[in-house]
C-alpha cells in the first residue's frame, strides 16, 4: 500500500515520484520511509505540514473541524482505549493498521468536504460518542463495532476502496455491495 498522494510520473531527477500533497517530487528516503510503508503515514512531514490532526479522521472532525482541545475528554478516552486495551489485545492490531492506512486518507477528505461539519457531528453524535459510552461501560467489543462502522461508513461517503481495510466488517461490506 502506498500514499495516495504519490504519483509515478518517471523522472529520472526524483527516481521518477512526485507528492500532489506537497507540488513536490519526492526523493527515494521519503518514498521508502513514508509513502510505500503505511504505518508510517503520521509521521511523514509532508503529510503532516499544516494538518494538526496528524491524519488522524477523528482529531480532524473532533479539534479541527468542531473546536475542541487535542486533549479533551472524548479524544484522551478513545487513546486511553487504543493505547491501554487494542494495543495489548493482537486481535485488534489489524485494526489498529487500517486506521493507520485509511485515517489519513478520510483525515484529508473530510477537512476539504463542503459539509465536513454536517460530517463531524455526526461522527461525534452517532460513532464516536457511542464508542465512549461503550468504553465506559467496558463493553469493549461495541466500542470496536461502532468504530468500525465509522470507519465503513466515512469510506463508503468518499468513495474509498474498501479493499483498503484488513478487517472482516469491511470485506463484508465489499462482498454486500458486489452482490447488489
Same mark, same amino acid.
Given at each position: 500500500?502506498?500514499? =495516495?498522494?504519490?504519483?509515478?510520473?518517471?523522472? +529520472?531527477?526524483?527516481?521518477?515520484?512526485?507528492?500532489?500533497?506537497s =507540488?513536490?517530487?519526492?526523493?527515494?528516503?521519503?518514498?521508502? $520511509?513514508?509513502?510505500?510503508?503505511? %504505518?508510517?503515514?503520521?509521521? &511523514?512531514? @509532508?503529510?503532516?505540514k499544516?494538518?494538526?490532526?496528524?491524519?488522524?479522521?477523528? $482529531? $480532524?472532525?473532533?479539534?479541527d @473541524?468542531?473546536?475542541y482541545?487535542?486533549? &479533551?475528554?472524548?479524544?484522551?478516552? /478513545?487513546?486511553?482505549?487504543?493505547?491501554?486495551?487494542?494495543?495489548?489485545?493482537?486481535? &485488534? /492490531?489489524?485494526? /489498529?493498521?487500517?486506521?493507520?492506512?485509511?485515517?489519513?486518507? #478520510?483525515?484529508?477528505? %473530510? @477537512?476539504? =468536504?463542503?459539509?465536513?461539519?454536517?460530517?463531524?457531528?455526526t461522527?461525534?453524535? +452517532?460513532?464516536?460518542?457511542?464508542?465512549?459510552?461503550? #468504553? +465506559? =461501560?467496558?463493553?469493549?467489543?461495541?466500542? #470496536?463495532?461502532?468504530?468500525? !462502522?465509522?470507519? #465503513?461508513?466515512?469510506?463508503?461517503?468518499?468513495?474509498l476502496?474498501?479493499?483498503? %481495510? !484488513?478487517s472482516?466488517?469491511?470485506?463484508?461490506?465489499?462482498r454486500?455491495?458486489?452482490?447488489?
Amino acid at each position: 500500500m502506498q500514499c =495516495d498522494f504519490l504519483d509515478y510520473v518517471g523522472s +529520472i531527477l526524483s527516481g521518477g515520484y512526485y507528492c500532489k500533497k506537497s =507540488d513536490k517530487y519526492v526523493d527515494t528516503y521519503t518514498r521508502n $520511509t513514508y509513502c510505500d510503508n503505511s %504505518l508510517r503515514y503520521r509521521e &511523514c512531514p @509532508i503529510y503532516t505540514k499544516g494538518n494538526s490532526s496528524g491524519g488522524c479522521y477523528l $482529531t $480532524t472532525a473532533v479539534c479541527d @473541524i468542531l473546536g475542541y482541545e487535542d486533549h &479533551c475528554p472524548t479524544l484522551d478516552t /478513545l487513546r486511553s482505549f487504543r493505547d491501554d486495551y487494542m494495543k495489548k489485545h493482537e486481535e &485488534c /492490531l489489524p485494526l /489498529l493498521e487500517d486506521y493507520d492506512v485509511v485515517g489519513p486518507v #478520510i483525515s484529508e477528505k %473530510l @477537512i476539504k =468536504d463542503e459539509n465536513r461539519v454536517k460530517i463531524a457531528n455526526t461522527m461525534l453524535n +452517532i460513532f464516536i460518542n457511542e464508542a465512549i459510552d461503550s #468504553i +465506559i =461501560d467496558k463493553e469493549y467489543q461495541a466500542a #470496536i463495532d461502532t468504530y468500525e !462502522n465509522m470507519t #465503513i461508513y466515512l469510506m463508503d461517503y468518499f468513495n474509498l476502496d474498501m479493499n483498503m %481495510l !484488513n478487517s472482516n466488517k469491511a470485506k463484508e461490506f465489499v462482498r454486500k455491495r458486489e452482490i447488489k
